[in-house]
């Protein structure tokens, strides 16, 4: 069975900076586009990013320049690295597998990792 493990979340002051972690255990890793949504408290999850298999990144409006996605095939993790952290960027965050840029559907998911974010 396929699994999405995050890891990184945690607590941090605005203007912080987090690194989130997604370990796949998918075979076919390499080929796959892999994403990182968000759901704040009393809203729905939205997408944050997404990343090819080649390495292209998608990011969701007003993200681009403080968040950066990015994968290492060899060690079939992908991250993402959250910096000048605000309040509104506390969420749930979860990591997605087999992602589609047209639809931003994804077949597989994480558990997902707390982020928050004191003012």
């Known amino acids: 069975q396929v699994q999405l493990v995050e890891s990184g979340g945690g607590l941090v002051q605005a203007g912080g900076s987090l690194r989130l972690s997604c370990a796949a255990s998918l075979r076919t890793f390499y080929s796959v586009s892999m994403g990182w949504y968000r759901q704040p408290p009393g809203k729905e999850r939205e997408m944050v990013a997404i990343?090819?298999?080649?390495?292209?990144?998608y990011y969701a409006d007003g993200l681009k320049g403080r968040f950066t996605i990015s994968r290492d095939n060899d060690k079939n993790t992908a991250y993402l690295q959250m910096n000048s952290l605000k309040p509104e960027d506390m969420a749930v965050y979860f990591c997605?597998?087999?992602?589609?840029?047209?639809?931003?559907?994804?077949?597989?998911w994480g558990q997902g990792t707390q982020v928050t974010v004191s003012s």
């Open positions: 997605a597998a087999d992602c589609a840029i047209a639809t931003q559907y994804c077949d597989i």
């Open positions: 990343i090819t298999a080649n390495g292209d990144a």
